[in-house]
Protein backbone atom coordinates (compact mmCIF):
# COMPACT_ATOMS: atom_id res chain seq x y z
CA UNK A 1 0.00 0.00 0.00
CA UNK A 2 1.10 3.51 -1.07
CA UNK A 3 0.89 6.09 1.71
CA UNK A 4 2.28 9.90 1.94
CA UNK A 5 2.65 10.76 5.53
CA UNK A 6 3.52 14.71 5.84
CA UNK A 7 4.39 16.03 9.62
CA UNK A 8 5.76 19.07 10.80
CA UNK A 9 3.39 21.47 10.92
CA UNK A 10 2.49 23.48 13.38
CA UNK A 11 2.18 27.43 14.86
CA UNK A 12 4.73 30.42 14.21
CA UNK A 13 5.26 34.11 14.39
CA UNK A 14 5.32 36.34 10.92
CA UNK A 15 8.90 36.15 10.04
CA UNK A 16 9.70 32.41 11.55
CA UNK A 17 10.78 29.34 9.58
CA UNK A 18 9.40 26.09 9.48
CA UNK A 19 10.13 22.55 7.43
CA UNK A 20 7.74 20.55 6.95
CA UNK A 21 7.96 16.89 5.27
CA UNK A 22 6.26 14.07 3.31
CA UNK A 23 7.67 10.67 3.96
CA UNK A 24 6.41 8.26 1.75
CA UNK A 25 5.83 4.03 1.91
CA UNK A 26 5.03 1.76 -0.04
CA UNK A 27 6.85 2.66 -3.05
CA UNK A 28 10.54 4.70 -4.39
CA UNK A 29 9.22 8.33 -4.99
CA UNK A 30 12.96 9.48 -5.33
CA UNK A 31 12.55 9.91 -9.10
CA UNK A 32 9.30 10.49 -9.28
CA UNK A 33 6.73 14.34 -10.17
CA UNK A 34 6.45 15.55 -6.20
CA UNK A 35 4.44 18.71 -4.97
CA UNK A 36 3.05 20.46 -2.34
CA UNK A 37 -0.04 21.87 -2.04
CA UNK A 38 -1.88 24.15 0.55
CA UNK A 39 -5.48 24.83 1.61
CA UNK A 40 -6.04 27.70 3.36
CA UNK A 41 -9.71 28.02 5.40
CA UNK A 42 -12.80 28.73 3.58
CA UNK A 43 -10.24 28.60 0.39
CA UNK A 44 -9.29 26.04 -2.67
CA UNK A 45 -6.74 24.06 -2.33
CA UNK A 46 -3.31 25.54 -3.85
CA UNK A 47 -0.58 24.81 -5.83
CA UNK A 48 2.66 25.53 -3.67
CA UNK A 49 5.53 24.19 -5.90
CA UNK A 50 7.11 21.29 -6.96
CA UNK A 51 10.39 18.89 -7.93
CA UNK A 52 10.79 16.81 -10.82
CA UNK A 53 12.51 13.67 -12.07
CA UNK A 54 15.59 15.31 -12.48
CA UNK A 55 15.48 17.51 -9.36
CA UNK A 56 13.98 20.55 -10.54
CA UNK A 57 11.73 22.82 -8.47
CA UNK A 58 8.91 25.22 -9.36
CA UNK A 59 7.44 27.10 -7.34
CA UNK A 60 4.21 29.83 -7.15
CA UNK A 61 4.71 33.29 -7.35
CA UNK A 62 3.44 33.89 -3.60
CA UNK A 63 6.31 31.59 -2.47
CA UNK A 64 9.03 32.18 -4.33
CA UNK A 65 12.49 33.42 -2.65
CA UNK A 66 10.71 32.18 0.67
CA UNK A 67 9.92 28.43 -0.21
CA UNK A 68 12.80 25.70 -0.97
CA UNK A 69 10.93 21.90 -1.67
CA UNK A 70 13.97 18.95 -1.78
CA UNK A 71 14.53 15.46 -1.12
CA UNK A 72 16.31 12.87 0.11
CA UNK A 73 15.90 9.57 -1.70
CA UNK A 74 17.46 7.26 1.03
CA UNK A 75 14.58 8.17 3.39
CA UNK A 76 12.12 8.78 0.47
CA UNK A 77 11.28 11.62 1.63
CA UNK A 78 9.99 15.33 0.53
CA UNK A 79 10.60 18.15 2.60
CA UNK A 80 9.29 22.25 1.99
CA UNK A 81 11.84 24.54 4.15
CA UNK A 82 9.23 28.04 4.40
CA UNK A 83 11.09 30.86 5.43
CA UNK A 84 10.06 34.16 6.55
CA UNK A 85 6.81 32.61 6.70
CA UNK A 86 3.79 35.48 6.43
CA UNK A 87 0.26 34.83 8.09
CA UNK A 88 -1.44 34.19 4.55
CA UNK A 89 0.89 30.97 4.23
CA UNK A 90 -1.55 29.43 6.76
CA UNK A 91 -3.55 26.14 5.89
CA UNK A 92 -2.88 22.89 5.86
CA UNK A 93 0.01 21.22 3.70
CA UNK A 94 -0.71 18.44 1.67
CA UNK A 95 1.95 17.02 -0.32
CA UNK A 96 1.58 14.42 -3.93
CA UNK A 97 3.49 12.20 -5.64
CA UNK A 98 2.63 10.54 -9.01
CA UNK A 99 3.73 6.97 -9.77
CA UNK A 100 2.81 5.04 -12.58
CA UNK A 101 -0.01 7.99 -14.14
CA UNK A 102 -1.62 7.54 -10.32
CA UNK A 103 -1.76 10.65 -7.66
CA UNK A 104 -1.36 9.75 -4.49
CA UNK A 105 -2.17 12.50 -1.34
CA UNK A 106 -0.90 12.92 2.17
CA UNK A 107 -3.56 13.58 4.75
CA UNK A 108 -2.42 17.27 5.13
CA UNK A 109 -0.06 18.98 8.26
CA UNK A 110 -1.45 22.08 9.26
CA UNK A 111 0.62 25.49 9.92
CA UNK A 112 -0.54 28.41 11.44
CA UNK A 113 1.34 31.73 11.29
CA UNK A 114 0.15 34.12 13.58
CA UNK A 115 1.29 36.89 15.91
Known amino acids: QVLLQESGGGAVQPGESLRISCAASGSSFSTAYMGWYRQAPGQEREWVGR???????QYADSVKGRFTISRDSAKNTLYLQMNNLIPEDTGVYYC?????????WGQGTQVIVSS
Open 51 to 57: IIPNGDT
Open 96 to 104: DGIKRGRTY
